[in-house]
């Protein structure tokens, strides 16, 4: 995953605070994903993008918003953090067609 | 809709014997992916096999295989003389539309020695 960097790797937060986590890609990919991981729910899909500023919900994105405002920065923010958001964040990315996804090591996160 | 379906939570297998990792999934479409991600407590989320739903032949990956049967929506993991190494949670998917990933909710796999 040389070419994914996810920052930070670990974080703790408090209830109500705005969160932001980075991903950033040299693979010049154009699809860029957000994950979430919790036990008994697999990888939930949050947002994604298609390019440069264009961007859409996935199936959990209530709390969440993204920017892509260049190719290789995806950003996820929690606007008012709560518990329930406490979990591992990944980010992938995809040049599209069929190879899959490239994945980036994971934030994890705690809300307290 | 689109799912994947991964029924065995946790498995174990002892060093060196094989395991059969099951998926089952449900989609339309007719032409898709399908996918095996291995987590170790890494958390890195690593690529094992990747199989094309237009082909017949099954995937091989060393000792990674595929059982691909596509009328019944199945796609199962055979791993081979199990080492240690192998020890992760094991992720099922299948791509659609190029870009759009399903991800089943996975399954633990620990190698005892």
């Known amino acids: 995953d040389a070419g994914i960097t996810q920052s930070p790797r670990h974080k703790v937060t408090e209830t109500g605070t705005p969160v932001t986590l980075r991903c950033h890609q040299t693979?010049?990919?154009?699809?860029m994903y957000w994950y979430r991981q919790d036990p008994g729910h697999g990888l939930r899909l949050i947002h994604y993008?298609?390019?440069?500023?264009?961007?859409d919900k996935g199936e959990v994105s209530d709390g969440y918003s993204v920017s892509r405002s260049k190719t290789e920065d995806f950003l996820l923010t929690l606007e008012s953090a709560t518990s329930s958001q406490t979990s591992v964040y990944f980010c992938a990315t995809s040049a599209g067609g069929s190879y899959g996804y490239t994945f980036g090591s994971g934030t994890r996160l705690t809300v307290v | 809709a689109q799912t994947v379906t991964q029924s065995q939570p946790e498995m174990s297998v002892q060093e060196a014997e094989t395991v059969t990792l099951s998926c089952t999934y449900d989609?339309?479409?007719?032409?898709?992916?399908l996918f095996w991600y291995k987590q170790p407590p890494s958390r890195q989320m690593i690529l094992v096999i990747r199989?094309?739903?237009?082909?017949?032949q099954n995937a091989t990956e060393n000792r990674f295989s595929v059982n691909f049967q596509k009328a019944a929506k199945s796609f199962s993991l055979k791993i081979s003389d199990s080492q240690l190494g192998d020890t992760a949670m094991y992720f099922c998917?299948?791509?659609?539309?190029?870009?759009?990933?399903?991800f089943g909710t996975g399954t633990s796999l620990t190698v005892i020695p």
């Open positions: 993008s298609y390019g440069v500023k264009d961007t």
């Open positions: 989609t339309s479409e007719s032409n898709y992916y």
């Open positions: 998917a299948f791509m659609i539309g190029g870009n759009q990933f399903y």
């Open positions: 199989q094309e739903a237009y082909k017949q």
């Open positions: 693979e010049n990919h154009r699809y």
